[in-house]
């Protein structure tokens, strides 16, 4: 049997804050974020159906292994790649990344970006 890799610690409390989705995810006029805007709204995200956006996010957090752990000094980055389906019917590779802070225990969103 396959070793499925570690996993994020403590991902049943993983939260993604609505910021970042509404106002970096999803914003076409985010310096960084619009990018990724574009590409989300074009695969059915938006402003109406962002639970689904974050629950998607989540179930990445929850259900792949982690593959890549990143420490700084704000706290232990995890990366994981999952691929979510999307509104529109697409499948999307996605690199997330979460972090915990240092002296925190709940994985929280920092970023996710198509691969």
């Known amino acids: 049997m396959r070793d499925p890799g570690i996993r994020l610690p403590n991902r ?8 970042k989705l509404t ?10 974020g619009r990018a990724k805007a574009f590409l989300l709204r074009a695969l059915g995200y938006d ?3 962002v639970n689904l956006l974050e629950h998607d996010l989540l179930t ?3 259900e792949q292994p982690v593959a890549e752990v990143i420490e700084s000094e704000y706290g ?6 999952g691929v979510v389906h999307t509104p529109s019917g697409s ?10 802070d240092t002296a925190g225990e709940r994985p ?3 970023t996710a970006y198509p691969v």
């Not at 106002?23 to 960084?32: A, F, G, M, V």
């Open 12 to 19: 049943e409390s993983a939260y993604v804050p609505e910021q």
């Open 60 to 62: 990445v957090a929850h």
């Open 23 to 32: 106002e970096y995810l999803l914003s076409e006029t985010h310096p960084i």
């Open 108 to 110: 929280r969103f920092v």
């Open 47 to 49: 402003n109406n159906n």
């Open 76 to 81: 232990v980055k995890y990366v994981i790649d």
């Open 91 to 100: 499948a999307l590779l996605l690199r997330t990344v979460w972090i915990i």
